[in-house]
């Protein structure tokens, strides 16, 4: 069965730390991975989409990495602010299909 | 340009009666995907659509919910009649075609009493 998990499931931290998040998945053969954010009471917004023959992608203070052989993806949120507070999701879309496996989330709240 | 619009933003009903649904995706998606999430939980795909066809539809429970996208465009998502379980909320995504970055509604909250 093709899972997604995310550790931890909640995180807090001092406003201006640096940060990772982790996200696994069972099933080495994927096609691309994406990072989102969620907001209490709102949908999901795309944070960075990693091909399945990337490493990395880079937006602003967000840096999402893959390693498709031990089945992991990391989230490193740079210079923490108060207003990065979300959950933030893993989605896997496995080879051969056309949609994405969503993790349980990260609850991360970023203190003044 | 405008974002995947839903409505309602939130509903309550008793369990047994029935709800609908709708969502009107970006202009030009071809793709139009219905979540459940539960809380504390990640989404869930119901259906995917490519037009107005069915992609998948495996995850639905058919017993109670259905789903349409007669005309391409909007979407509207039925349950009937609705169990305590299907407290959750109901989010709308689109994409330019399967396998893109998806964009995402506010979702509905519902609240099966």
């Known amino acids: 069965k093709q899972e997604v998990t995310q550790i931890p499931a909640a995180l807090s931290v001092p406003e201006g730390e640096n940060l990772v998040l982790n996200c696994s998945f069972t099933?080495?053969?994927?096609?691309?991975l994406q990072w989102f954010r969620q907001d209490p009471g709102k949908g999901l917004t795309s944070l960075l989409l990693?091909?399945?023959?990337?490493r990395e992608q880079t937006s602003g203070r967000l840096n999402a990495s893959l390693d498709k052989s031990s089945g992991r993806s990391t989230l490193y949120i740079a210079a923490s602010q108060p207003g990065d507070s979300a959950t933030y999701l893993c989605?896997?879309?496995f080879g051969g299909g056309q949609n994405f496996v969503f993790g349980p989330g990260t609850r991360l709240s970023v203190l003044p | 340009e405008a974002g995947v619009a839903q409505s309602p933003r939130y509903k309550i009903i008793e369990k047994r009666q029935s709800v609908a649904f709708w969502c009107n995706p970006i202009?030009?998606?071809?793709?139009l995907y219905w979540y459940q999430q539960i809380l504390g939980q990640g989404p869930k795909l119901l259906i995917q659509?490519?037009?107005?066809?069915?992609?998948?539809d495996s995850q639905l429970p058919k017993d109670r919910f259905s789903a349409e996208r007669l005309k391409g465009v909007d979407s509207t998502l039925k349950i009937q009649p609705a169990k305590l379980e299907d407290s959750a909320v109901y989010l709308c995504?689109?994409?330019?075609?399967?396998?893109?970055?998806?964009?995402f509604g506010d979702g509905t909250r519902l609240s099966i009493l």
């Open positions: 990693i091909q399945s023959s990337q």
């Open positions: 995504a689109s994409s330019l075609t399967g396998g893109q970055p998806q964009h």
């Open positions: 202009s030009g998606h071809a793709t």
């Open positions: 989605a896997v879309r």
């Open positions: 099933d080495s053969a994927i096609y691309n």
């Open positions: 659509f490519q037009n107005n066809g069915v992609v998948d």
